[in-house]
Structures are given as structure tokens and as C-alpha cells.
């Protein structure tokens, strides 16, 4: 394997999950008689740019295809998010109906709908017909193709260059992540601002975050690996913030490297002396997720079995991707799972990937009132502990698998 963005061989590993289906590739009842396509998950590390990566089995065109299932507007913490971002740049960098902002990845119009509410043009591309007909339908102008430099080309053509470009939780998705910075150096005007969100390598490893691995995610960030790619595709960071969000992120500030020039912050050679400091350029710092993750499998397995021995029911909250990379990697069935509970309706009625839960509403959990319930997206454990605080009145408990399993006590609900 070469090296997605240097080109290096590639042979330091990661994590090895062994195989499983896309984990946004939902099934419905026809779908359960027929096979599902499975692809190998492991992700390896160029020790050349330290750019850690899945192998190249899965394309992004089956991944993101046209009945994608992700929407962002069904996180309530995701929205406040979205609304306090947009609220920052308006402020920090002046824009007014003047500018124009470009979203990447603009999903359900989550964060455009905060950008047009100040009267500010802006413009989405996103290559999913499902989210992209939401978006569409809260009147946020859509581009329904895949974002690269022949995208941008066209785009700039067409008069759309940019004040500010918003790239959250993208930058990780795309196969070439040459081709897509370059990208944003060709769509920038000169003085423009790019703004990148993606979680950190650096908590991936530390939290034994393993479950964020799958093949969505081309890249696994961090800023030693970013700021070469970025370097090497016309962009210079210049300002970089740890964010809470997806278990520990990083918002990067990039802009043209041949523009006027923002003065580059302490915060960036701060971060990458720390990620020096933590062994990130080091392969050592790389060994040890694997047998978190196998420890993890084994409390996980070892709970939900003795749970069934005892009579008791264990449920699952949050139909998340993370949610099945977790569940096929410790092999857990509708056995000892019955179904998980998801707001979102395009979700209800389809089962997982691989493990063929079903997805049921959130009146099912009400009414079959389980002993348990797993919250698959542990990132959003605190909003998802609010809306299920309910559970407690029937004596019923709420737990998390990662980084530890963990039976949630009520007085953190």
C-alpha cells in the first residue's frame, strides 16, 4: 500500500477489525435475503507523513451513495454546534451579505440555515441525494457532486470563490485528500479563510476510540499529519482549537499560501510540539489500540451474556456508524441485542449492517421498558442521557462500552 497522501509505502499498523459492511449501509426487510458486501478494516500509518489511513477496498461512491443515512439536524448538540460555529466566523472574520461562504459537505443544510438566517450568501455541495434534497428544501442553494479541484475549477468559473470554506467531519471521508485541499486553495479568494473540523488522532489512540474506525473514514487526523498535506496542496494553518465534539477534535484555520497572510497563532506549534511530545512521530505511540479494542470486545461480550443468563433485557440507543463498527467487531446478534432505538425516521424500520439489528422508534423502548440501554454514540452521551433520563423511572439503567464499559449512575443522567 502507498501512502494516500505521499505516496510512502505503507506497512505500520494501526488497528485491524478484520471485515465488515459499510457501516452507513443500512439494510431494509427486502434486503436481509440477499448478501451484504463486505470489505477488510484496517488502518495502517505512513511513518513517512504520519497520515494514519484505511486500506483502499471500499469506493466513495458506494459509501455516500444517493439513500445515505446520516443526517446532522437529528443532534440537538450538533445543531448548537453548527449555530455557535457560524455565530464565531461571522464575528471573528466580518462577514456580511457581501462575502460568500462555501460549505463542503453541507449535508442536511445543519449549518447553512445558521449562515443564511444572517442574510449571508452562501452555497453547499454535497454529493447525497437524501441530505442534499433536505437542504434543498430549507432553501440552501446545493452542488450535488463530490468536492475536488475539478469541482472548484468549475465553481470558480461560475463567480463563487469564497470568504470562508467549512469543511466539518470531511476531511477524514475523502479518498484523495490531495485533490480535495487543493480544492480549497483554487475556490479561496486570496484573503479567504478555510475552516476544517475532524477528530483528533491524538484522543483516538489515548481513549481507545477504535469504534470512530470505518470505511467512511478514508484518514484518521492530526496536526502533523494535516499541516503536511495542507503545506503540500497550496494551504499554510494558521490557527488551530481543541474542540469536545466526536469524543476530542481539532478546528484547523487554513489559508492560500500565496494570500496577504493571517499571522500564524502560538497555538499551532503549540500542538504539534505536544503531539511530539506524546510519541506521534514515534511508531510506539501506534501499538497498543489493539488490544484495547479486544478488551473492550471482551467486557462488552462478557456483560451482555451474563445480563441474558440473569434474565435480564439489554437494548441499544443511537443507530450511530461507530455504534456498528463496535457491535461486528465483538460479533454481538439480535440475541443479545434485541433492536436499538433511533430518532431518525429514515433509520426506522432498516436493520444494521452485518449484525442485522433492527432499528425501532423510540415508543418501542418506552413500551418494552428494558433493564439496560447502550448508548452506541458515546459522543453524545450528555444530550442522549437528558432525552432518556425516563429509563430511571423503571428502574432501568443506561451504560456506555467506551473506553471502558460503564453502567451510568442515575444522578449523571
Known amino acids: 500500500m502507498k501512502c494516500r497522501h505521499c505516496a510512502a509505502p505503507v506497512t505500520l499498523p494501526l488497528i485491524d477489525l478484520g471485515t465488515a459492511p459499510p457501516s452507513n449501509a443500512y439494510l431494509d426487510a427486502l434486503a436481509l435475503h440477499g448478501p451484504e458486501r463486505w470489505y477488510p478494516l484496517r488502518v495502517l500509518v505512513c511513518e513517512q507523513c504520519w497520515l494514519a489511513q484505511t486500506e483502499d477496498f471500499a469506493q466513495a461512491e458506494e459509501l455516500f451513495s444517493a439513500n445515505y443515512a446520516y443526517f446532522s439536524s437529528y443532534s440537538s448538540t450538533w445543531l448548537a454546534h453548527a449555530q455557535a460555529y457560524v455565530d464565531t466566523m461571522v464575528r471573528r472574520w466580518g462577514l456580511d451579505q457581501q462575502s460568500k461562504v462555501v460549505e463542503i459537505a453541507a449535508n442536511d443544510g445543519y449549518l447553512l440555515q445558521y449562515v443564511a438566517q444572517y442574510g449571508i450568501p452562501c452555497l453547499g455541495v454535497e454529493p447525497t441525494t437524501s441530505t442534499a434534497s433536505v437542504a434543498r428544501a430549507r432553501g440552501i442553494p446545493i452542488v450535488e457532486e463530490f468536492f475536488g479541484t475539478a469541482l472548484a475549477q468549475k465553481l470558480l468559473a461560475q463567480g463563487h ?22 480544492g480549497f486553495a483554487t475556490l479561496l479568494k486570496p484573503s479567504g479563510v478555510a475552516s476544517f473540523e475532524f477528530p483528533h488522532l491524538l484522543q483516538l489512540v489515548q481513549q481507545y476510540q477504535f469504534d470512530t474506525i470505518y470505511h467512511e473514514h478514508f484518514s484518521y487526523l492530526s496536526l502533523t499529519s494535516v499541516q503536511r498535506v495542507f503545506a503540500a496542496n497550496g494551504l499554510t494553518v494558521f490557527d488551530v482549537e481543541e474542540l469536545p465534539t466526536h469524543g476530542g477534535s481539532l478546528r484547523v484555520l487554513a489559508q492560500r499560501t500565496d494570500g496577504p497572510g493571517h499571522p500564524i497563532a502560538p497555538t499551532v506549534s503549540d500542538l504539534l510540539e505536544r503531539e511530539t511530545a506524546v510519541g506521534m512521530s514515534n511508531a510506539l505511540f501506534y501499538q497498543g489500540l489493539q488490544a484495547q479494542a479486544l ?99 423503571w428502574g432501568g439503567q443506561l451504560a456506555v462500552a467506551i473506553p471502558h464499559f460503564t453502567l451510568l449512575p442515575q444522578d449523571e443522567a
Open 161 to 182: 470563490t469564497a470568504d470562508l470554506m467549512v469543511a466539518n467531519n470531511v476531511l477524514a471521508h475523502v479518498p484523495d485528500i490531495n485533490d480535495f485541499v487543493t
Open 295 to 393: 478488551r473492550i470486545k471482551r467486557e462488552l461480550l462478557t456483560f451482555l451474556l451474563e445480563a441474558q443468563a440473569q434474565g435480564r433485557k439489554v437494548v441499544a440507543y443511537g443507530a450511530a456508524a461507530k455504534g456498528n463498527t463496535l457491535l461486528n467487531f465483538a460479533g454481538v446478534r439480535s440475541d443479545l441485542l434485541p433492536y436499538v432505538v433511533d430518532r431518525n425516521p429514515a433509520k426506522q424500520g432498516q436493520f444494521l449492517p452485518d449484525s442485522r439489528i433492527p432499528i425501532v422508534d423510540e415508543q418501542h423502548l418506552c413500551a418494552d421498558r428494558p433493564d439496560v440501554v447502550l448508548i452506541l454514540p458515546w459522543n453524545l452521551q450528555t444530550e442522549v442521557r437528558q432525552q432518556l433520563a425516563y429509563v430511571h423511572a
